[in-house]
């Protein structure tokens, strides 16, 4: 891995190369995104703007040739580089992984509310836009079924999609940090992440935000209710890596965690938002 980190900060040549393939490799495009982060961490904002046109500017004409919409490549410039930027930059200036998550969640809970109002209805665009998409894939001829599960899947969407980009983001901000760490401090990662703890005044708007989202109907409350809440899922993440290394327990513990993880999804996020109140690695570690 260090070989491969050392390539892409050797030369600027080589960070857009590896921008551009991880950009059209589905399942590396979380590499893309790391590497930016990765850049504009340690070199600042100017540098990852230069490598991220220099991959734009080759993934141009590969998207015009391959698809025919050169300007597709905007999508992932728009909604992944460019957030992943801001928040490699945001810590970089604040040397602080809690508040660079707090002002990106912030920011996305902004976003929300710009949504709703671009598009005034959300829940009517994303009915059409699911049922436009059953059409070309049934020639037209969307089943009933179909029409029903996109209004009841509609109102959701928006929560569910800005959270999404949310989650990306914050990945490839973890990864580029972390990789950072191998290159220039070894284990500084992981201490940085196991400290990771929200602000008192961040988890009782979470607080807020998870209650009015939970009790409402759908709409932009329980959006932002979401997408507020989804942040504390790596607070909760951050005490269970504490824990275990604190106490010794064996990885497997953690393998565990991760795989019944996407069914407990909302129990853990409720769980790293007590942390701030309650500080579950104060109590539990082993004393000293």
């Not at 999404?164 to 580029?176: D, E, Q, R, S, W």
Request: hydrophobic share 60%; charged share 10%.
């Amino acid at each position: 891995m260090q070989a491969f980190l050392a390539f892409v900060m050797r030369t600027r040549l080589g960070a857009i190369g590896v921008v551009a393939l991880g950009a059209l490799l589905p399942l590396l495009f979380w590499v893309s995104g790391g590497a930016l982060a990765l850049i504009t961490l340690r070199r600042g904002l100017a540098e990852g703007a230069i490598v991220l046109a220099g991959a734009t500017a080759v993934l141009v004409p590969i998207y015009a040739g391959l698809l025919g919409a050169p300007m597709a490549v905007l999508q992932p410039l728009a909604l992944v580089w460019l957030p992943v930027m801001a928040l490699a930059q945001i810590l970089r200036s604040t040397v602080s992984l809690a508040t660079t998550l707090q002002l990106g969640t912030l920011l996305a809970a902004a976003g929300v509310l710009a949504f709703y109002g671009l598009h005034g209805d959300p829940a009517a665009f994303w009915e059409g836009t699911l049922q436009a998409i059953a059409s070309a894939l049934t020639d037209g001829r969307p089943g009933p079924e179909w029409s029903q599960a996109a209004a009841q899947l509609a109102p959701r969407l928006t929560g569910l999609w800005v959270t999404n980009l949310l989650a990306v983001a914050f990945l490839c901000l973890l990864l580029g940090r972390w990789w950072q760490a191998v290159l220039y401090n070894p284990g500084g990662f992981r201490s940085e992440f196991h400290g990771l703890r929200f602000a008192r005044w961040f988890a009782g708007l979470g607080v807020a935000a998870v209650l009015a989202g939970m009790f409402g109907p759908p709409g932009l409350v329980a959006d932002v209710g979401l997408v507020i809440g989804a942040v504390f899922l790596l607070q909760a993440l951050a005490v269970a890596h504490a824990l275990v290394a604190a106490r010794g327990w064996h990885v497997g513990w953690l393998v565990g965690f991760y795989l019944i993880l996407p069914l407990l999804l909302r129990p853990v996020a409720l769980l790293g938002l007590a942390d701030t109140f309650v500080d579950f690695r104060a109590r539990f570690a082993p004393a000293a």
